[in-house]
């Protein structure tokens, strides 16, 4: 196998791309070959020893993926050799092969492209499980969606309108606006030459959204929060801004408002069920063409730190997709 390996936690730069020993799949677990990954923010962090989860030095970044089942380890069921997977491992993702445990892996349906299935795990799982799940999103609420046109911004706008609630869509540039609108929002703000928090409180007149979604953090989060509706919820997904927000607590109170966490990977190991309950509606809504992920670069898996280098420069709408052979 082939793969891009870090050694040192000195960021993409120091990433090396080496021939390696093809593994050989353990109790519960498959080797999948590899045919497309795409590039998430944690990926970055992982690599500058930024990220919550930190493996054991040299590891191979990628936490996203979709292949072919090539080998079956001792005691799995669901998956045989041949079929199609996508998985989200953490790790192992950027190469020609990964070994991953197999209850990590989704069964594909045969209409879905390894390109899209390699941009859906992560963004979609995450997003169906803070806007669903953690905020209970209903049907006629607003929901405010900030980064509107990354990756789980996109996604976050395909799968409120699915559930039957307005979208907001808030983002930096108005070519960015212009995609959200195409995805099916309701509204767009430019944060960038627009006042958040007066553009809100004329959408909404006056009653803020219901639900913030906050891919971003920074001082755009306490803004939203400052417009947030009565018993609103604030979904906390990460910090793309690079700065983490300090929120008055007193905010919560005067709205009757909720702060919640999103850490999807964790809730896919702690509650498995739940979360094979999601993606199978979310496999739904892909099949009914409710939601499809926006992959607007596609590089060969050489082009690695390419893919970083426009993340950095805030470059990609949706998502990036890396693709073998």
């Keep these: 196998m082939q793969a891009w390996f870090c050694e040192t936690l000195d960021g993409p730069d120091a990433l090396v791309w080496k021939d390696a020993p093809t593994p050989e799949p353990g109790k519960g677990e498959v080797r999948v070959a590899i045919k497309a990954a795409s590039l998430n923010f944690p ?28 080998a079956v380890g001792e005691g799995v069921k669901h998956l045989g050799v041949g079929t199609h997977v996508a998985g989200f491992s953490g790790t192992g993702g950027f190469g020609t092969h990964v070994v991953a445990p197999a209850a990590l892996l989704m069964p594909l349906p045969p209409v879905f492209s390894y390109e899209d299935a390699a941009a859906f795990l992560c963004t979609y799982g995450t997003t169906y499980h803070g806007l669903v799940d953690r905020a209970q999103l209903k049907a006629g609420e607003t929901v405010l969606v900030l980064g509107a046109a990354g990756g789980v911004g996109t996604a976050a706008i395909q799968i409120a309108k699915a559930a039957g609630a307005k979208v907001i869509a808030a983002t930096s540039s108005d070519d960015k606006c212009a995609l959200c609108k ?3 929002a309701d509204a767009t703000i430019n944060y960038s030459t627009q006042n958040l928090r007066d553009e809100l409180k004329a959408l909404t007149e006056g009653k803020g959204p219901d639900v913030v979604y906050d891919p971003v953090g920074g001082e755009l989060t306490e803004q939203a929060f400052r417009s947030i509706a009565w018993r609103g ?13 300090s929120i008055p607590l007193n905010l919560a109170l005067l709205k009757g ?11 896919a190991k702690r509650e498995p069920q739940n979360n ?38 805030r470059q990609v709408r949706g998502k990036l997709v890396l693709v073998n052979g």
Excluded: T
Aim: glycine share 10%.
């Design 43 to 70: 990926d970055l962090l992982i690599v500058q020893g930024k990220y919550q989860m930190k493996p054991p030095l040299p590891f191979v970044p990628g936490a996203e993926f979709a292949g072919v089942v090539e």
């Design 233 to 245: 919820r604030l979904v906390v997904i990460g910090f793309a801004n690079g700065q983490i927000p």
């Design 182 to 184: 195409e995805l099916g």
């Design 276 to 313: 094979a309950a999601c993606l199978m509606q979310l496999a739904a809504w892909y099949m009914e063409g409710k939601i499809k992920p926006v992959v607007e670069h596609k590089l060969p898996m050489s082009g690695l730190k390419q893919a970083f280098d426009l993340m950095a420069a």
């Design 257 to 267: 408002a909720s702060i919640l966490g999103v850490f999807w990977g964790e809730f």
